[in-house]
């Protein structure tokens, strides 16, 4: 097992149905991989609307190109592949098109105040961080992939996302526990 | 000082914020209605694509499928339990007119094809393993061409698509019946 919420297991004669475009086919495949690939699309977008969207698209490429699929790997490797793609292509579109990522610098609460100094739980924590250092964390520390994985998802070097991981794991330390942050620091 | 195992450890390592205790996020709303459109819209253009980039293809088809009807007509033994006979297709195919079918001789030629399947299925049995795996994956073939044809009743196209399906199936039987012919012959 591999620890990721992926890691399910697909028979052989539904994967072959799916291959030869049966509907029904396709249809258990998305049941039974729907939520990870929500999940997976909702932590690197941080929107559910977009990881709906997301999740949608990338089981139609999924579908659309399953014969490219040589069975060499797990299924549910090649298809979490499908699903990380659209979900980073989503995010750099997305940052690309609003020039400041706000939520770098600001923790918004749920009245729309800034909340600063006050400890988060981990969800929240995981919102507030900008949206690559946020796929960069969830991949490496919830999926598994090696630096190296990620890195070719985001078209980079390896140090990008050696870099990016940290910077997002002592973020995240300082959003859940502000004063021993702080403390740290002042040290 | 609470003492970490070995998976502890690890586990501490690769997740240090323990990111996966984090639950799976669910969907709101189903998304496999989209994705089931837009996979009808792909198969419908790729079946569109092959009928317009394989015309011979469809017209050896026809050329089949009118044999089957022609050397149904001439070998019926006329009784209550026919027995099964590989269709006579070579001389028949050989002087039958090429013609675009009508709506009606393809609705004639999927029930002659349906008949022929059943008895096929009645007296043969189960196919071996392959085949049963390819016969199945037909069958859900011609369940999504029926449902797109319960919206469409008279659509040439899909009719042909149906009378295409059956004419695979009846072949993956006659290659059983071929292959079981000659087994026993070198006995």
Redesign the interface.
Known sequence: MSGSPFDIELDEMTLARARRGSLPACETVYRKFQQPAFSVAFRICNCRETAQEVSQEAFITAFGKIKQYRGDSPFWGWLRRVVVNHAISTIRRESKASTVEFQDFHVQADGGQEQTGLAMDLDSALGALGSEDRAVVWLHDVEGYNHKEIATFFGKTESFSKTRLSRARARLRELLDPDKSSLAAAR | MKVLNMHEIRQKQ?????????P??????D??P???S???Q??RR?RLWKGVGGTLAVAATLVLALALLLGQRFESPATDTPEIVAAPVVQEVESAPLMAPTLESLIAMSQQLEGRVRLYREQMGDLNSNAL?YQ??LQ??I??VDEELSMDPGSRELWGQRVNLLLDVTQLYESSLRRDYQQMASL
């Open positions: 690769e997740d240090p914020l323990n990111l996966r205790s984090l799976l996020v669910m969907p709101e709303e998304g496999w989209p994705i089931e837009a996979l009808r792909q198969n790729g795996v199945v994956e859900d073939l369940v999504q």
